[in-house]
């Protein structure tokens, strides 16, 4: 029971950890500019490490918060693609920490908005951050209809609210990161809507398990 509270505990630390990292190196960096530039920029560079850092640090916290999750619904009837689905962002954030991104949006200073054709490590590194982006709002409609089946219509629609503002934010990152004229100063901050909205959703459900494991206990 202590090592499944401590693995639930891990979910809630994951996103706030994520989330505060990136906010604060990305306003300590010169020439970095939050509201236009990728999170994943934040890897490039002698201090990319911290960044890589969180990547790997928050990835951990979020695979352990899967495998506790699979502890508590295992034997439940309870779908398993909720846990599968988290831990596969889990395995998306490690992997983008692997590989890096190339430069995007014009950081560092001095080189191209986009870069073309793109390294293979920055082609790996936009694979695994597809298990994230895709992961996350599959994992809020698993959720979604598992509470509308226990009786939670209040997480059942937080829970699909969260895929559709996450979707939304999502495609206006990529535009905006495409480079389409009046929204490439502001792919930053789509996708930090979009982080908020997913890494928000995650924290509370897994403040959630923690207190309905608390309460078994």
């Known amino acids: 029971m202590r090592m499944t509270t401590w693995l639930l505990g891990c979910g809630v630390a994951a996103g706030p950890l994520f989330t505060v990292v990136y906010l604060v190196e990305g306003a ?3 020439d970095y500019r939050p509201r236009r530039h990728p999170v994943s920029a934040l890897a490039i560079g002698e201090r990319g490490w911290r960044q890589v850092a969180n990547f790997f640090a928050s990835g951990l ?24 689905l988290i831990g596969a962002c889990a395995v998306g954030l ?3 920490g692997v590989f890096r991104t190339d430069p995007l949006n014009g950081y560092p200073p001095g080189t191209p908005d986009r870069q073309r054709p793109q ?14 982006f895709v992961g996350l709002p599959a994992a809020c409609l698993v959720f979604a209809r598992q509470f509308a089946k226990y009786a939670e219509p209040g997480w059942a629609v937080y829970s699909r609210a969260s895929c559709v503002a996450f979707v939304a934010a999502f495609v206006a990152t990529s535009v905006g990161f495409g480079g389409v004229a009046g929204l490439v100063e502001f792919g930053g901050v789509f996708q930090r809507i979009t982080l908020t909205v997913g890494f928000g959703w995650l924290s509370l459900l897994a403040a959630r398990f923690l207190r309905k494991q608390a309460q078994a206990n």
């Open 28 to 30: 300590l960096r010169a």
């Open 61 to 84: 916290l979020m695979l352990a918060f899967a495998i506790g999750m699979r502890r508590v619904q295992r034997g439940a009837g309870s779908t398993s693609w909720g846990p599968r």
């Open 94 to 96: 490690i992997g983008a």
């Open 119 to 132: 390294s293979m490590q920055s082609m790996l590194h936009q694979l695994f951050s597809a298990f994230v």
